[in-house]
């Protein structure tokens, strides 16, 4: 049997149970690692109050650390509470040691006042933070308060606080909104800012209005640990620590007078509604909900109008048609863009004409000067987008043209959801040769996970070579399935083993999807 992966928690206990460590040990629990608390503080507190703190003195820090670095090294550290200037530097000297040793994610919770108003830091800890915690940490989870205090500015734009911290040193920052004033702007979500190497942007979910949020923050910043220690890349792990967070929020509970804590656990892996969104470029001001897109079903791509055609012809025919055209070398501007027009309008002619929908794929300008009705873009096409882009766009979708996007990733997943598209492709599903790219293989357990979390339809796409697999896609969950090779020299022969694959994948029993989809990316 699999040994769980291995956090360290250094961080405080509190006596009401509700954040530092308690909190920390029930987010770990929730994601299925096993967590070893190490103690850099002791609060005397309840749901109203601390009234004492005592600092654990670093030599017993030290030998809490030492005693844990051989028997259960960690995957992963989380800091909180950590008491002292001199406890700072003991960690950071650990942190060393053990990326000596093997890799190491540090995420740091920088906890300098409780949400009671008692202060946990004084400058000479702040001047620890800024010197030797945020150079070696791998993501940190400041509130927008906190933030402030490490730049030692007043600074309010959340995006530029986030740069302001990478560049002294953290390689991912997400500063985390939940506990900030509601803001005016969007009363009903909450937003944090998340500035990675993958990715950036505003990472909301809908606002859980509860008076019980007692440990949110440590929630959150050991939930992302457990999930860098699982895998996932720092922007994925954001965006299950977000999950973790806003469940634990739904399930918090009342004890004593003041704010109760939140209670992290299991199940929130799976649940749609907790899947967030990731914006492209301002903070949203409202959920945007999605509209259901018809079932794309047996879909075949193609990078011709000769092969779309060949395609159309063949019966039993495929139910979407995707037109995927690169531009051949060594050819103009304006060659290129009217040998791409006419295979469009060629494609477009032939696909209505077999009653089959055509999506072209990203070259969506003369995509809808040709008069295509659906498109499909990939990640990197959005991240190009201008804003006339987007009006341009929203007007031709307000307008009925459908729209697919790609995603690899949880990150990308949230980014595709927030535009409401009518179809989520989600792959590689087996290891493909059609395009490089840095993802590992969804496989059938992250394509149902896919199915069950997006908010739109979702076609399996990557490695399709037999029919037997397009069946295994079908009986995912699925709505859709890509062929590409698969389709051979001559489609009118390929077509009907991969109609009949597909029927028969839908016929049967789908399987539960599972509680965590696996990490894509190295």
Known sequence: MNQPPVIWSVAGTDSGGGAGLSADQRAADALGVHLCPVVAAVTAQNTVAVTHIHTTPPEQLDAQLAALADDLPPRAIKTGLVGSAANARVLARWVDRLRQRGPLDLVVDPVLRASTGAAFADAELLAVYRNELLPRASVITPNQREAQALLGTAEQDVPAQAGALRALGAQAVCITGGDAATP??????????????????????????????????????????????????????AVLAKMATTHALRHARAVGSGAGPVAARAGFGNDPTLLPRLSLGEQPVAWRETRQGRDPGLYAIVDSAERAEAVLRARPGVDTLQLRMKRPANIDDTRWSQQLHDAIVRSQRAADAAGVTLVVNDHWHTALRAGARALHLGQEDLLTLTPVDHATLQAARDRGVELGLSSHSLWELCRAAALAPDLIACGPVWPTTTKNMPW???????????????????????????????????????????????????????????????????????????????????
């Open 184 to 237: 005016a702007l969007s009363p009903t979500l909450s937003h944090d800012w998340l500035d990675t190497p993958h990715a950036r942007g505003w990472l909301s979910l809908p606002r859980v209005d509860t008076p019980h949020h007692h440990g949110t923050g440590c929630t959150f910043a050991s939930a992302l640990a457990a999930a860098l220690a699982l895998g996932w890349v720092a922007a994925d792990a």
């Open 440 to 522: 590992h293989p969804q496989g059938l357990d992250n394509l149902a996970w896919w199915a069950h979390m997006a908010p739109a339809p979702v076609a399996g796409i990557g490695g399709v070579l037999a029919p037997e697999q397009l069946a295994d896609i079908a009986a995912t969950g699925a709505a859709g399935g890509c062929v590409v090779r698969g389709l051979g020299a001559d489609p009118a022969l390929t077509l009907p083993a991969w109609r009949a694959a597909w029927r028969e994948g839908l016929a049967r029993r789908k399987p539960p999807p599972p509680e965590l989809p696996h990490p894509t990316l190295a």
